[in-house]
């Protein structure tokens, strides 16, 4: 579906991409201290910079069409993936993110090699740098690829290589605080062209009321029955926290952020704001597609929700404010992803066996950046021949590598005597599996239909080997920690930054305020 843009969209878009560039690149010179520290800007984020950050890279491409389109098919349902994941931002907050800051870590690798040691930290270093490639960078490169592709009338690859060039190059020069600052002008971005398209889309429609009496009573509902076939009530139940525990709790790219706040107090506001903003997602980016249900169902299809809508209703000018948002979204998710993969390699792969000092390992983290963003691109050429959409590639990818991670972060933080053998070989042999289940889901091998829904395969996966992991410790000895003061009760370590109890429970207080507000938006829909 081609989009004609007019002489003041390019204009706009022309403005995007100039400021986004001076965002990139001109702060960057001004910044000294951030150009020493490629990986963690120094640790000196402060909590908006940090939830700002957190949020576009999360408001990724597929999230923006994604959820669109899962609105467009399935209604409110796929608000539970924004909705429930404030339970998960506060476990990172409350619980991973003191040991964390307190064992002084750079990678997440790092948390396993303190915990349970060497051979469970090389698989995370490789397994985070393959999840990486394939979830962070080829699926979004594919997903922002098709969708520049259709607006401009580029070829797919064309539009892939454009997109990475830009993304890799203030990346590999500004580093993370690069990442951070441009995050920020992203999100304001991506929030400000979706409000505007909701607010046309609603007065298109004709208001709240018609919209909701034009649509499937089940559109509404956050809960399905049991007989779903796709996102019942108890596949999101049981196979969101699945993913969300690795995401939000032990993913390389997202705690990368608060990895870098200036002090835990900044980490866990930072967390609480990402949290806050989430409330509003489903409404800019889910109803949206409800809306294009309403309002061109015999014309779009699911994967084209959000574009039919904006071709449909933005005016000249915003039209080129909504596509500079889904540029952001889609740049901000790709540069994220590049400046974890370096940060990963440099810091835990080359860093083991090459002696670098700082600059070594700036120019390493560089160069590691470039070789990674031309790895994406075959990736996204790949996915384009898988045929699946756009939320079900991404989700499905996450979902079906999760489970491994999940079962043993959930063990590290919580159960002090599980077994060094059991993490081992849930890491190795679960991993193993859960990759070659997670390719053949994408490929739909051995023929389409075989496997169940990612959520539910994500949950029978998470059973089978917390149930590894709990009968190999019961009969094998606990782990020894490589440095036991770094895993203790976590809640406001002066080390990690933490002030006083009074803070933790400030804190605490403003998590149970959020608390309520989400439970009366479960009820309103249920």
């Known amino acids: 579906m081609n989009i004609s843009l007019a002489l003041s969209d390019y204009i706009v878009l022309l403005i995007y991409l100039i400021a986004l560039l001076m965002v990139g690149f001109y702060l960057n010179r001004r910044d000294k201290k951030g150009n020493a520290d490629i990986f963690l800007g120094g640790r000196t984020l402060r909590w908006w910079q940090i939830g700002f950050s957190l949020f576009s890279a999360n408001a990724g491409p597929m999230m923006v069409v994604g959820f669109a389109g899962i609105g467009f098919s399935h209604g409110v349902v796929g608000s539970n993936f ?63 690829g098709l969708l520049i592709s259709e607006v401009f009338n580029w070829s797919l690859m064309g539009s892939i290589a454009i997109i990475v060039l830009i993304a890799a190059s203030f990346t590999a020069i ?120 309403v309002l061109y169902r015999n014309s779009a299809r699911p994967d084209t929700a959000y574009i039919t809508l904006v071709k449909q209703l933005m005016p000249h000018g915003l039209l080129g404010l909504c596509i500079a948002a889904l540029i952001a979204a889609l740049i901000d998710t790709v540069s994220s992803g590049l400046n974890s993969f370096s940060t990963v390699f440099t810091l835990d792969l080359a860093g083991r066996w090459i002696e670098m000092d700082d600059t070594a390992r700036r120019r390493m983290g560089r160069w590691v950046t470039l070789i990674a963003a031309g790895l994406s691109v075959g990736i996204a050429y790949l996915y384009s021949r898988s045929g699946k959409g756009f939320f079900e590639l991404s989700q499905g990818l996450v979902s079906i590598l999760s489970p491994p991670l999940s079962v043993v972060f959930l063990a590290g933080i919580a159960w002090k005597k599980v077994s060094s053998l059991a993490v081992e070989t849930v890491l190795y042999g679960g991993g193993l599996i859960c990759m070659g289940v997670g390719i053949c889901h994408i490929l739909n091998f051995p023929y389409p239909g075989f496997w169940p829904h990612f959520l539910l395969l994500s949950v029978y996966l998470f059973l089978g080997l917390a149930a590894v992991i709990v009968i190999i410790t019961l009969i094998s000895k606990p782990a020894v920690n490589i440095a036991p003061s770094s895993f203790g009760s976590g809640g406001t370590s002066s080390e990690a930054g933490g002030d006083s109890g009074s803070n933790a429970r400030q804190v605490w207080f403003r998590w149970a305020i959020l608390a309520v507000i989400m439970f009366f938006i479960y009820l309103l829909f249920n």
């Open 82 to 144: 924004e909705w429930l994941a404030w339970v998960f931002i506060l476990m990172l907050a409350m619980f991973f993110l003191p040991r964390y800051l307190t064992a002084k870590i750079s990678t997440i690798p790092q948390f396993l090699k303190l915990r349970f040691g060497m051979r469970s930290y090389n698989f995370l270093v490789i397994y985070s740098l393959i999840s990486i490639l394939l979830v962070w960078l080829g699926g979004a490169l594919y997903a922002g």
């Open 174 to 293: 500004g580093g993370l605080k690069a990442v951070i600052r441009t995050g920020i002008f992203q999100s304001l971005i991506i929030i400000l062209s979706s409000v505007i398209l909701t607010f046309l889309g609603f007065r298109a429609v004709g208001g709240a009321g018609r919209l909701a009496g034009s649509v499937p009573g089940n559109y509404w509902k956050l809960f399905r029955p049991a007989s779903d076939p796709e996102y019942s009530w108890i596949a999101v139940i049981l196979g969101y926290p699945v993913v969300a525990i690795y995401y939000w709790c032990a993913d390389q790219t997202i705690v990368q952020k608060v990895l870098a706040a200036k002090d835990l107090r900044n980490g866990q506001y930072g967390a609480l704001f990402l949290a806050l903003l989430k409330i509003i997602m489903p409404f800019i980016f889910i109803f949206p597609g409800i809306m294009c249900f």
